[in-house]
T-cell receptor, first 113, second 112 residues
Framework: KAGVTQTPRYLIKTRGQQVTLSCSPI?????VSWYQQTPGQGLQFLFE???????NKGNFPGRFSGRQFSNSRSEMNVSTLELGDSALYLC????????????FGPGTRLLVL | DQQVKQNSPSLSVQEGRISILNCDYT??????FLWYKKYPAEGPTFLIS?????DKNEDGRFTVFLNKSAKHLSLHIVPSQPGDSAVYFC???????????FGAGTILRVKS
């Protein structure tokens, strides 16, 4: 089975712009979660989508949003980018029952200038 | 509020010896714990997990021990290999949902 894929792998944006990141889960997985990794804060949970609905949400401002499509692919969007949004954004997928292992993609490295 | 703590930022071990990575947590609602290994510029790779109803789980060279009363878990790698050199993250999940809370990570260096 193919693993979790994320596109693009690298991205450079300037402050004030917006960005959309994409995640394709492992085939058959219905849950997609997003995490942000920064040197200062470590790995932090952004949100989780299951069956096109947001099921869990972390403590991030409303500039961070996401959605999930009927094929379980997910996108996350960050509007009005700030320098502090520079991070590795990781997507993880799981079957969706809520008690199983999450498998991570390679991440998208976002640099905000 | 750091609910999952990995107090050792780094650990250096000789090849063939045991590596022990530790993790402490504060939230008694955590019911499932996982260990991930991460190389730079890659996503975390799942290693091993343990449910809160167990105290030990083994998978090959990897064993995770859970002490619920102490709110402590540890990952043992025996024997350690140079390819094990990476950052190891402990993660915990609350009873409902897929939100994982991660520790800060421990850098493991296995010297040959």
């Amino acid at each position: 089975k193919a693993g979790v894929t994320q596109t693009p792998r690298y991205l450079i944006k300037t402050r004030g712009q917006q960005v959309t990141l994409s995640c394709s889960p492992i085939s058959g997985h219905r849950s997609v979660s997003w995490y942000q990794q920064t040197p200062g804060q470590g790995l932090q949970f952004l949100f989780e989508y299951f069956s096109e609905t947001q099921r869990n949400k972390g403590n991030f401002p409303g500039r961070f949003s996401g959605r999930q499509f009927s094929n379980s692919r997910s996108e996350m969007n960050v509007s009005t980018l700030e320098l502090g949004d520079s991070a590795l954004y990781l997507c993880a997928s799981s079957l969706g029952a809520g008690r199983e292992t999450q498998y991570f993609g390679p991440g998208t490295r976002l640099l905000v200038l | 509020d750091q609910q999952v703590k990995q107090n050792s930022p780094s650990l250096s071990v000789q090849e063939g010896r045991i590596s022990i990575l530790n993790c402490d947590y504060t939230n008694s609602m955590f019911d499932y714990f996982l260990w991930y290994k991460k190389y730079p510029a890659e996503g975390p790779t799942f290693l091993i997990s343990i449910s809160s109803i167990k105290d030990k789980n083994e998978d090959g060279r990897f064993t995770v021990f859970l002490n619920k009363s102490a709110k402590h878990l540890s990952l043992h790698i025996v024997p350690s290999q140079p390819g094990d050199s990476a950052v190891y993250f402990c993660a915990a999940r609350v009873e409902y949902g897929n939100k994982l809370v991660f520790g800060a990570g421990t850098i493991l260096r296995v010297k040959s």
